[in-house]
């Protein structure tokens, strides 16, 4: 397994290209599972996750194909099978991302259950209970969702218990080729969710409401879509400004948009950088130490879970105290006891971490988790004293495109040491 070696005290200066969003192409992608046409999807970020993707459609028998080096085009005109394999699901969960577009299109899907994962239990019922009140019939057998449906899913007015991101995209995708309306309540938020209903709407569905908590879905017969360009991704961005406040240095992310980081924009303000914005570029100046924060994640659009880890590094090495609430996963503070283990002054109550920042971290070997604490460890590493060993990057290298040479050419000094 690949690792990176750090050696921290460099200011990060310079700037930085911004890749597309993650989270915002995998249920791009998948939506082509809905097209009867091709479709060509470029700013697609160059990462695992995408590549996962590419095996899962082509596993489906769909023909994806780079194009250039972020465009991607997908054919699934015509597919040979709806089986979504443990092997590929549970090496990514947003899979499950598959089961509505299967459904709705083809009236059969097989997805593995995902699982459980490091950050939380994170159950799919609420995917299933919408796609079954429109009509499917959904049973689990030997660790597979098997759903099935005879013509059409049929519009419902769907209300969602608890705000789920992937849950609002299964069912905004399912219902986009369903027969009649369907509304979607207590719908997620997040930028994200606009991408999809825009990408969506530009293969000729008819979705309404993005970005509020009420979604109205008029299905129709048949999508075709052309081509779409996947929004920047905003927690890479998030994540190289606080590496750059951290560091005391001064970093402008190109290709970005300000507006989707408000919440994370605000707080670095709050810590005392000097944050400068275009239509699409955020520069991050921070001349001192930074001021320790408080945060409290939630759905957007309050403070992003996704962020909450590498705030809680610069929380370490803040000066002050700061409690940092995480609200959407019950277990993602893994990085806590790896962040003690440089030193940092980090005390867990309940879902609540409470931070002291400390003036100097010290390098350690330490372990990623999950793809924000990998992240969070980098930006420790990039400040401790000594050098840091990061293990098990593999969890980096699923959300994030090449970030030790863009974190190199911002004068970081960061290698990858590869499994022999
Ligand atoms: C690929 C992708 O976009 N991943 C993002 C997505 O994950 P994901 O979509 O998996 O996260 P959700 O928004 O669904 O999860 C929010 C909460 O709802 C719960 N829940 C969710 C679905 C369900 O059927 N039942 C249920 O109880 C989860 O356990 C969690 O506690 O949103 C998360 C919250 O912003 C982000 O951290 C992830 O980066
Ligand atoms: C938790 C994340 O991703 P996923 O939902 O794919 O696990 C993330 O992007 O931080």
Request: aromatic fraction near 4%; proline fraction near 4%.
């Given at each position: 397994?690949?690792?990176f070696?750090?050696?921290?005290?460099?200011?990060?200066?310079?700037e930085?290209?911004?890749?597309?969003?993650?989270?915002a192409a995998?249920?791009i992608?998948?939506s082509?599972l809905?097209?009867?046409?091709?479709?060509?999807?470029?700013n697609?970020?160059?990462?695992?996750?995408?590549?996962?993707?590419?095996k899962l459609?082509?596993?489906f028998g769909a023909?994806?194909?780079?194009?250039?080096?972020?465009?991607?085009?997908?054919?699934a005109s015509?597919?040979?099978h709806?089986?979504a394999?443990?092997e590929l699901?549970?090496?990514?969960?947003?899979?499950?991302?598959?089961?509505?577009?299967?459904?709705?299109?083809f009236?059969?899907?097989?997805?593995?259950?995902?699982?459980?994962?490091?950050?939380?239990?994170?159950?799919?019922?609420?995917?299933?209970?919408?796609?079954?009140?429109?009509?499917?019939?959904?049973?689990v057998?030997?660790?597979?969702?098997?759903?099935?449906?005879?013509?059409?899913?049929?519009?419902?007015t769907?209300?969602?218990?608890?705000?789920?991101?992937t849950?609002?995209?299964?069912?905004m995708?399912?219902a986009?080729?369903?027969?009649g309306?369907?509304?979607?309540?207590?719908?997620?938020?997040?930028?994200?969710?606009?991408?999809?209903?825009n990408?969506?709407?530009s293969?000729?569905?008819?979705?309404?409401?993005?970005?509020?908590?009420?979604?109205?879905?008029?299905?129709?017969?048949?999508?075709q879509?052309?081509?779409y360009?996947?929004?920047p991704d905003?927690?890479?961005?998030?994540?190289?400004?606080?590496?750059?406040?951290?560091?005391?240095?001064?970093?402008r992310?190109?290709?970005?948009?300000?507006?989707?980081?408000?919440?994370?924009?605000?707080?670095?303000?709050?810590a005392?950088?000097v944050?400068t914005?275009?239509?699409?570029?955020?520069?991050?100046?921070?001349?001192?130490r930074?001021?320790?924060?408080?945060i409290?994640?939630?759905p957007h659009?309050a403070?992003p879970t996704d962020?909450q880890?590498?705030f809680v590094?610069?929380?370490?090495?803040a000066?002050?105290t700061?409690?940092?609430t995480?609200?959407?996963?019950?277990?993602r503070?893994?990085?806590?006891?790896?962040?003690?283990?440089?030193?940092?002054?980090i005390?867990?109550?309940?879902?609540t971490a409470?931070?002291?920042g400390?003036?100097?971290l010290?390098?350690a070997?330490v372990?990623?988790?999950?793809?924000?604490a990998s992240?969070?460890?980098?930006?420790?590493?990039?400040?401790?004293?000594?050098?840091?060993?990061v293990?098990r990057?593999?969890?980096?290298?699923r959300?994030?495109?090449?970030?030790e040479?863009k974190?190199?050419?911002?004068?970081?000094?960061i290698?990858?040491?590869?499994?022999?």
């Amino acid at each position: 397994m690949d690792a990176f070696k750090i050696i921290g005290g460099q200011p990060l200066h310079g700037e930085v290209t911004i890749s597309g969003a993650k989270n915002a192409a995998l249920p791009i992608l998948m939506s082509a599972l809905l097209s009867e046409t091709p479709v060509t999807f470029s700013n697609v970020p160059k990462l695992n996750d995408i590549e996962t993707t590419i095996k899962l459609l082509s596993q489906f028998g769909a023909k994806c194909q780079w194009v250039s080096e972020s465009s991607l085009m997908i054919d699934a005109s015509s597919i040979d099978h709806c089986r979504a394999s443990y092997e590929l699901v549970k090496t990514m969960r947003a899979s499950i991302l598959v089961l509505g577009p299967l459904l709705a299109r083809f009236g059969h899907a097989e997805v593995s259950l995902p699982g459980g994962c490091a950050i939380g239990a994170r159950p799919v019922n609420l995917h299933i209970h919408g796609l079954k009140l429109m009509g499917a019939d959904i049973d689990v057998e030997n660790g597979y969702i098997v759903a099935r449906n005879n013509g059409r899913l049929k519009g419902a007015t769907i209300f969602m218990d608890t705000v789920s991101v992937t849950g609002t995209e299964n069912l905004m995708m399912a219902a986009a080729l369903a027969d009649g309306v369907t509304i979607i309540e207590n719908a997620a938020r997040e930028p994200e969710i606009v991408d999809l209903a825009n990408c969506l709407n530009s293969m000729g569905a008819i979705v309404l409401g993005a970005g509020s908590d009420t979604l109205t879905i008029t299905g129709v017969e048949k999508l075709q879509g052309e081509s779409y360009s996947v929004m920047p991704d905003r927690i890479e961005t998030g994540t190289f400004l606080v590496a750059a406040a951290v560091t005391q240095g001064k970093v402008r992310c190109l290709n970005t948009d300000p507006k989707a980081l408000d919440a994370v924009l605000s707080k670095l303000q709050e810590a005392g950088a000097v944050i400068t914005t275009g239509d699409d570029w955020i520069e991050l100046e921070m001349t001192s130490r930074p001021k320790a924060v408080n945060i409290r994640t939630a759905p957007h659009p309050a403070f992003p879970t996704d962020m909450q880890a590498q705030f809680v590094a610069m929380n370490a090495i803040a000066q002050g105290t700061a409690t940092t609430t995480e609200t959407i996963f019950e277990n993602r503070f893994m990085h806590v006891p790896e962040l003690q283990r440089m030193g940092a002054k980090i005390s867990l109550e309940g879902n609540t971490a409470i931070s002291t920042g400390v003036e100097q971290l010290n390098g350690a070997q330490v372990m990623a988790t999950d793809l924000r604490a990998s992240a969070s460890l980098v930006i420790a590493g990039l400040v401790a004293s000594t050098e840091t060993q990061v293990d098990r990057i593999y969890h980096i290298d699923r959300g994030y495109q090449k970030i030790e040479d863009k974190l190199q050419a911002l004068g970081a000094n960061i290698t990858r040491i590869k499994a022999s």
